[in-house]
């Protein structure tokens, strides 16, 4: 019988996983073990029997540790004037993260910047977020069964790409930021469009399609007709109708100062209302707003008739993938998967 070549009497014990994530904030600020314990006025001794796990430190200790280790990365992080305070910003964060390693529950609900990079790492798989939209992403029939549609496929030839496996959850327009804030879901599917409104609860990926996406209406056709824009019909009499968290609750609000608007829950109930206002005998012209393909879809489902919007014929956007605004690892990675595969191309 062979024996190992290798004395495990004299192999290295690894560090414990608190001291692991201590360090990497240590090699990112500088400092040593020692002016760490001596800033928060522990023994260096205690540090070594951490990292071998002979003990673990207090809530308190780790609260101390979290706060002393933000004040130094502001330091290295800051972009003066404008960011003073990045890490004690995101403290949250750090003080969750240091919890977690030393094994108890999280305090807050914050997490740090590239949290989800690093849970995608850790457990090589991605939850992504989405929801309906016309040819992009569709629910399944089955419940327990993947969405289908051109963006999911897309998303999950990425998924591959990053050797990760793609996990899938159905969220309204409105359930979006706060699931991404609290990173119920690691990115939504690229089918979301870029919009100024959307930079301070998204960062986006490049875009994932060739085609750019514009803003569109749709109007029922006996009171469409001889009418090619929006602008065209008389501004009291139009009704502008639109998802709320979608891209045409965005464009209604532009236009708010010209036109009375309706709101829904989502694009059924929105398309029922267009339907049976114009099939009232009243004065009110009911128009849905979305984008130029979702718009598209609709009037050929229900015998519509699309028209412009002059006032916003300069808004160019495309579809892509949106994650939390701290994840810059993630955002980078996909952008760097992007360029490799062919884009999405809408027929």
Same mark, same amino acid.
């Given at each position: 019988?062979?024996?190992?070549?290798?004395?495990?009497?004299?192999?290295?014990?690894?560090?414990?996983?608190?001291? #692991?994530?201590?360090?990497?904030?240590?090699?990112?600020?500088?400092?040593?073990?020692?002016? *760490?314990?001596?800033?928060?006025?522990?023994?260096?001794? #205690? %540090?070594? =029997?951490?990292?071998?796990?002979?003990?673990?430190?207090?809530?308190?200790?780790?609260?101390?540790?979290?706060?002393?280790?933000?004040?130094?990365?502001?330091?290295?992080? #800051?972009?003066?004037?404008?960011?003073?305070?990045?890490?004690?910003?995101?403290?949250?964060?750090? @003080?969750?993260?240091?919890?977690?390693?030393?094994?108890?529950?999280?305090?807050?609900?914050?997490?740090?910047?590239?949290?989800?990079?690093?849970?995608?790492?850790?457990?090589?798989?991605?939850? !992504?977020?989405?929801? /309906?939209?016309?040819?992009?992403?569709?629910?399944?029939?089955?419940?327990?069964?993947?969405?289908?549609?051109?963006?999911?496929?897309?998303?999950?030839?990425?998924?591959?790409?990053?050797?990760?496996?793609?996990?899938?959850?159905?969220?309204?327009? #409105?359930?979006?930021?706060?699931?991404?804030?609290? =990173?119920?879901?690691?990115?939504?599917?690229?089918? %979301?469009?870029?919009?100024?409104?959307?930079?301070?609860?998204?960062?986006?990926?490049?875009?994932?399609?060739?085609?750019?996406?514009?803003?569109?209406?749709?109007?029922?056709?006996?009171?469409?007709?001889?009418?090619?824009? !929006?602008?065209? !019909?008389?501004?009291?009499?139009?009704?502008? @109708?639109? @998802?709320?968290?979608?891209?045409?609750?965005?464009?209604?609000?532009?236009?708010?100062?010209?036109?009375?608007?309706?709101?829904?829950?989502?694009?059924?109930?929105?398309?029922?209302?267009?339907?049976?206002?114009?099939?009232?005998?009243?004065?009110?012209?009911?128009? %849905?707003?979305?984008?130029?393909?979702?718009?598209?879809?609709?009037?050929? /489902?229900?015998?519509?008739? @699309?028209?412009?919007?002059? =006032? !916003?014929?300069?808004?160019?956007?495309?579809?892509? %993938?949106?994650?939390?605004?701290?994840?810059?690892? *993630?955002?980078?990675?996909?952008?760097?998967?992007?360029?490799?595969?062919?884009?999405?191309?809408?027929?």
């Amino acid at each position: 019988m062979t024996s190992s070549t290798r004395n495990p009497s004299k192999s290295t014990p690894s560090k414990s996983e608190f001291v #692991q994530v201590v360090e990497k904030y240590l090699q990112e600020v500088g400092w040593t073990n020692q002016e *760490l314990m001596n800033e928060i006025q522990i023994g260096e001794t #205690q %540090f070594y =029997r951490w990292a071998r796990g002979e003990s673990v430190p207090r809530k308190a200790i780790v609260n101390r540790i979290a706060v002393s280790l933000a004040r130094r990365l502001d330091r290295t992080r #800051q972009k003066l004037p404008h960011d003073p305070f990045p890490a004690s910003d995101e403290i949250d964060g750090i @003080v969750n993260e240091l919890l977690e390693a030393a094994g108890y529950r999280a305090a807050v609900k914050g997490k740090g910047a590239d949290c989800s990079w690093h849970e995608i790492a850790k457990n090589r798989s991605w939850t !992504l977020g989405y929801t /309906e939209v016309p040819t992009l992403s569709q629910i399944p029939d089955k419940p327990g069964s993947s969405p289908t549609g051109l963006a999911i496929q897309y998303a999950e030839q990425i998924g591959r790409l990053l050797g990760v496996n793609t996990i899938w959850e159905y969220l309204t327009w #409105q359930e979006m930021p706060l699931a991404i804030r609290e =990173r119920r879901v690691h990115g939504i599917a690229p089918f %979301f469009l870029a919009l100024p409104e959307r930079f301070f609860d998204y960062r986006f990926s490049e875009a994932c399609t060739e085609e750019s996406y514009s803003l569109s209406a749709v109007i029922v056709s006996q009171q469409g007709n001889n009418f090619a824009v !929006l602008e065209d !019909l008389p501004n009291k009499r139009v009704e502008l @109708v639109h @998802v709320r968290g979608e891209i045409g609750s965005w464009a209604a609000a532009v236009l708010s100062d010209s036109y009375q608007h309706q709101e829904f829950e989502d694009r059924k109930k929105a398309i029922s209302h267009l339907l049976a206002t114009a099939g009232r005998a009243n004065d009110v012209i009911p128009i %849905f707003l979305s984008d130029s393909l979702t718009c598209q879809c609709i009037s050929k /489902e229900n015998n519509l008739q @699309v028209i412009k919007i002059e =006032r !916003l014929k300069n808004v160019k956007t495309a579809p892509a %993938f949106a994650f939390h605004p701290d994840e810059e690892k *993630l955002t980078t990675a996909i952008n760097s998967a992007i360029g490799i595969l062919p884009k999405i191309h809408i027929k």
